[in-house]
């Protein structure tokens, strides 16, 4: 069994970012040299997400209005954790899109559906923070 | 290692549907001749869901209301990527539900607790569209 | 390829606990002997949750108000699947929080960032249920 491991480092501009992804897990899985088995990539900080979806800049607009509906930033002190913080919302945000995504790995190559796509999802930015990207196989 | 692949399609009457797939894994298991290891499930399209819950028909009525609680699918125009597509909601659904599972695979079987079953949540049907299971182990 | 089993056990008090259940996982991994690989930890009931967040309680409180806002208990005869049982809201408060982990092994360690511990999240308690931790690896 190969296994092998590599961080992505992001600094958003804005607070609240998507970024693809996935030529950068392209790339890992090519070094990996792994032909069949899984790529695990997940946010290493608990107010970012890693998920899969599609490239479509109006879908990613409608995310950042559904999630503010679900989980609003502001104002901030209607959660306790926000005691010397301001993001729990960020915090449930990303329970919503999810921590880390497991992709199948077939002949070199991620198992992908027509549209998938890798998104880091980043909801308090403005800071260095990691992805772990993790692969193990043959 | 050994490593297994499968798709299996689906092509709902409904828009939206939640099938269990519990029987299409076991099989897909049986054949991959996997005795420890784990089995991704996922679905291959960005408008659907594969997650793990129980078969009882009274909580699927109650997903499907939850989930139009939570992303209403009308009015279309209320979602910027409704522009030549009308299935923004199923985007968000998706994400509450999630892509895929990770199941144990102990002794050649599912390792699941008593009530555990795998489905397809479809939220953009009368398509084909498929799910992928990838087995690895020994 | 070496794979490890344990069962956890759980019988909370009150209905809805979130438990930091890093410490158990850590041990379980070193029972292991698995250096490079993958640990699935996940809920074997269809209730819980096993999610990776910040142990702040705080937050814990931020999380029980704002998934009651998405999926309130009461009524409890505003859900179909309440007939004979009250635990509907407990079936979708698991989806928003996730049934599984998927986490990296890096060195015999889990790979973690700097604040993120792995949880059990009960919705449904005061009864015994288990978490499956399942490492597979070398």
């Known amino acids: 069994m190969k296994s092998h491991r590599k961080e ?13 992804i996935t030529p ?6 090519a070094e990996s040299g792994v032909r069949e088995g899984l790529v695990v990539v997940n946010a290493m900080h608990i107010t ?4 899969i979806n599609d490239d479509e800049p109006g879908l990613h607009q409608d995310y950042e209005d559904w999630l503010e509906r679900l989980a609003p930033e502001k104002p901030h002190n209607q959660y306790r954790h926000n005691v010397g913080e301001d993001n729990a919302d960020a915090h449930m945000k990303r329970q919503v899109m999810g921590r880390e995504v497991v992709v199948a790995v077939t002949g070199g190559e991620l198992d992908f559906g027509p549209w998938e796509q890798i998104f880091y999802g980043e909801f308090d930015g403005r800071r260095r923070k990691r992805v772990l990207v993790k692969i193990i196989g043959e």
């Open 8 to 20: 992505l480092w992001f600094h958003t501009k804005r607070r609240r970012e998507l970024i693809n």
């Open 24 to 29: 950068q897990i392209r790339e890992v899985l």
């Open 48 to 51: 970012a997400s890693v998920f």
